[in-house]
């Protein structure tokens, strides 16, 4: 999983402050010490195959006679054989291990402190003694640095498990000294094992640096009061992140919004949006309709990159789900075309325009004991009329939406775009919903945008099978009319003609249940407060792109 490395450099609580902690942590975070597990297999390995190739060299490359004493030569096998076992062992255990990565970490400074022993046993006991002159490089020293700079662990342990290793070689000479054993001088000792020390200092090196990244690693994941688990999409705007609040344990979306995408050239532009973002995050997250995306939180990091932090949601945007299953009978369209408008009815009526309706920006929940529940979702670059000039939407002066959602006044700028325009993304919404084709097709972007300036769209009616009333039709068509002063006025006037379709009253909350728990069982059974199930992010209930 890729984290972005960046810290809060502002945060605001919507709900209840939570103060952030500030303590940084000084363990090695979980993504290193997973990395670090991983590298231990191979370390382990590789430790395995280098023993048995001493094995093999002293059970019949060399000749007892290459020793000073051919006894010393035996007396390596036993210890090279089980060492061999151990690496072998260690690597089973760190491939097919279920422990935590801590556990694994631990086990591998314990298994180089055994392959210090056991080199320190065969420099004591089965190899050719030093002579004064001459000097002899341990492999404690390579094992020393290896392992720093294959599986880092804090500076501290390090150095700690470090000294004890490099203090293996002169205590076996102590212990072989006291049994009666030939052994070198004392100083002849001190200048072999004096390198192993020296590599014991420079282990903490690596060791701190490895520290350094993961404490970075761990502060870019914290967003506020929440931190990043998972990486759900990305699109053209940024990223959406699962993430989990440090004290309430509630999860919740992230996304994440790249600065550039809003048109900050300069610093006084990104001064001026950040203030825009902060007043406009604070009136979104006052929009009060049940249908409306709930906003925790939001925030700027110290790289500019504004983040919205969000109710995590169970459920299946409706372009995914028209896409999986196709069209939707017209009560049930009616439905869902009812509570998105409560939803743009209360941002209007705040003086929002949503300005990118779509199906992917609508989202189909169980709610509780309620199913088919719909949140609108991408509240956040909305326009916002008030005094004072431009709005955060509309600091690039460029048009923004979707080409086959966008009204003619968008696609023109002739006029200023107000709540007219939602609802003529509406009314493409609902074709798409009961044809499960978009209102005009064509094999560009641009000759899209054409089409809806100058094209007379076909009935819904007339594009699809599936019986659909006149009232609903001619509802359809009177919001995708080209003038806007021909549609409903706002969202609140086409609620009042959804509502008043009589259509919208066949579809219940029984035929709702039956629909999930046959196409979307995942979610149909009992759900643990503040729990999401682990299904509902399949790759089969898992929007096919999350609309960033």
């Known amino acids: 999983m890729t984290t972005p490395r960046r810290r809060i450099a502002r945060r605001h609580d919507t709900r209840a402050s939570v103060p952030a902690v500030g303590r940084l942590t000084t363990r090695m975070p979980d993504e290193f010490l997973s990395e670090q597990a991983r590298r231990l297999v191979v370390f382990a390995g590789v430790a395995a195959g280098v023993w048995g190739f001493a094995l093999l060299l002293d059970m019949v490359l060399l000749p007892p006679s290459v020793h000073v004493d051919g006894m010393r030569n035996w007396r390596a096998i036993p210890i090279e054989a089980t060492s061999i076992g151990m690496s072998i062992a260690v690597w089973l255990y760190m491939r097919f291990s279920g422990s935590p990565p801590a556990a694994r970490a631990n086990l591998g400074l314990a298994f180089m ?27 404690m020293a ?9 599986a880092p662990t804090t500076p501290r342990r390090m150095l700690v498990a470090a000294l004890a290793a490099a203090s293996m070689d002169p205590l076996a000479f102590a212990v072989a000294h006291q049994l009666g054993a030939p052994t070198p001088a004392p100083l002849t000792v001190a200048v072999m094992a004096w390198p192993n020390f020296a590599c014991a200092v420079i282990a903490m090196l690596p060791s701190r640096v490895a520290q350094r990244m993961g404490r970075r690693l761990h502060e870019a994941q914290e967003m506020g009061s929440y931190q990043l688990i998972d990486l759900l999409g990305t699109g053209g705007m940024g990223e959406v992140w699962r993430a989990e609040h440090r004290l309430l344990a509630r999860s919740a979306a992230i996304k994440l919004v790249r600065p550039e995408v809003l048109g900050a050239r300069t610093d006084g532009e990104a001064r001026l949006a950040l203030r825009r973002f902060e007043r406009e995050a604070q009136a979104t997250a006052q929009l009060s309709s049940p249908h409306t995306i709930q906003v925790f939180d939001f925030g700027v990091t110290e790289d500019g990159t504004f983040y919205y932090v969000m109710e995590l949601l169970s459920g299946l ?21 009812r509570q998105v408008c409560h939803s743009l009815a209360d941002a209007h009526a705040r003086g929002f325009v949503h300005r990118d309706i779509k199906p992917a920006n609508i989202y189909v929940c169980r709610m509780g004991l309620e199913y088919d529940f719909v949140k609108v979702l991408d509240f956040g670059l909305v326009k916002f009329h008030q005094r004072g000039g431009d709005t955060l939407a509309t600091l690039d002066r460029t048009t923004t939406g979707t080409p086959a959602y966008m009204a003619p006044e968008t696609i023109l700028g002739d006029v200023e775009v107000d709540r007219r325009a939602d609802v003529y993304a509406l009314g493409c919404v609902a074709y798409y919903l009961l044809t499960g084709q978009i209102v ?9 945008l054409m089409q809806h300036i100058h094209a007379q769209p076909v009935p819904p009616s007339q594009r699809t099978e599936l019986p659909i009333p006149r009232e609903l039709d001619e509802l359809v068509m009177a919001c995708l009319q080209k003038d806007p002063n021909r549609r409903p006025q706002n969202a609140e006037e086409l609620f009042r003609l959804a509502c008043a379709c009589r259509t919208y009253e066949g579809w219940t909350q029984e035929r709702a249940r039956t629909w999930w728990e046959m196409h979307m069982r995942e979610f149909t059974g009992p759900l643990a407060i503040g729990e999401i199930p682990e299904a509902g992010w399949s790759e089969r209930t898992r929007p096919t792109k999350v609309v960033v």
């Open 440 to 448: 005009f097709e064509a094999e560009t972007p641009a000759k899209m």
């Open 113 to 139: 402190l055994a392959n210090a022993a056991a080199i320190a046993a065969l420099n004591a006991w089965a190899m050719p003694l030093p002579g004064p002159g001459d000097f002899h490089l341990s492999w």
């Open 317 to 337: 945007d409706l372009e995914s789900m028209v896409r999986e299953f196709g069209p939707m009978p017209a009560e049930r369209a009616v439905h869902l075309l």
């Open 142 to 150: 390579v094992l020393i640095l290896v392992y720093s700079m294959i």
